[in-house]
């Protein structure tokens, strides 16, 4: 089946710890975004990454790093950095930037 | 960050009823996009309408775009209670960084 996975569903984080949150697609898509949703709102753009080995800071990128090594995979860590990690974090992927982008069921991150 | 902005940010009506929402944005843009969001879950992809069209249909959803209004509407009749989600309009700048931008979302519920 041709979809985008991400894992895990539910994350623990303790202070001062990176975390890392794993996002692949077989969708054959070039490009790849990372999304934040807090309680009651919209998504907002972390990075987003237009092709292999390339990537872009979206609107709230600091505390957050991400890779893109490989076409399928697009990982995104959580920094210590980031002092208010606590949210659901959402990967999509599209054809292109313009294009519709397809979502992943989500990885709800929680500070111990 | 410029972006949709949707209206109203909830509504509740009885299920058969008519449900419309509405998006507004503030710059050019390429298309426009309007995906759903079932409480905790991914975003599903509703519609796309580019920029030089004016009415879409897709089963029981139409939705139209003025450019010169900048404004877009959604409109999902003979409502059932699988549509209660949140309704999110996104637009794609044809201006500046190519990336889809996200508005706060309209809460539908759909009353039995």
């Known amino acids: 089946d041709g979809g985008i996975t991400q894992s895990p569903k539910y994350l623990f984080r303790k202070e001062g710890q990176n975390v890392t949150l794993s996002c692949e697609q077989n969708?054959?898509?070039?490009?790849m975004y990372w999304y934040r949703q807090d309680p009651g709102q919209g998504l907002r753009l972390i990075y987003y990454?237009?092709?292999?080995?390339?990537?872009q800071k979206g609107d709230i990128a600091e505390g957050y790093s991400v890779s893109r090594e490989k076409k399928e995979s697009f990982p995104l860590t959580v920094t210590s950095a980031q002092k208010n990690p606590t949210a659901f974090y959402l990967c999509?992927?599209?054809?292109?930037?313009?294009?519709?982008?397809?979502f992943g069921p989500g990885t709800r991150l929680l500070v111990l | 960050s410029q972006q949709g902005e949707e209206d109203p940010q909830a509504l509740s009506i009885q299920e058969g009823e008519n449900a419309t929402m509405n998006c507004s944005y503030k710059?050019?843009?390429?298309?426009l996009q309007w995906y759903r969001q079932n409480s905790g879950r991914g975003l599903v992809h509703l519609i796309l309408?580019?920029?030089?069209?004016r009415e879409k249909h897709s089963g029981r959803l139409r939705v139209t775009l003025d450019t010169s209004k900048k404004s877009s509407s959604l409109l999902i009749t003979a409502s059932r209670a699988a549509d209660t989600a949140s309704y999110f309009c996104?637009?794609?700048?044809?201006?500046?960084?190519?990336?889809?931008?996200f508005g706060q979302g309209t809460r539908l519920t759909i009353n039995p």
């Open positions: 999509a992927s599209s054809m292109a930037v313009q294009e519709t982008q397809y």
């Open positions: 969708l054959n898509h070039d490009a």
């Open positions: 990454s237009q092709i292999v080995n390339d990537f």
């Open positions: 710059t050019s843009i390429n298309n």
């Open positions: 309408i580019r920029s030089n069209e």
């Open positions: 996104a637009t794609v700048w044809i201006q500046g960084a190519q990336k889809l931008v």
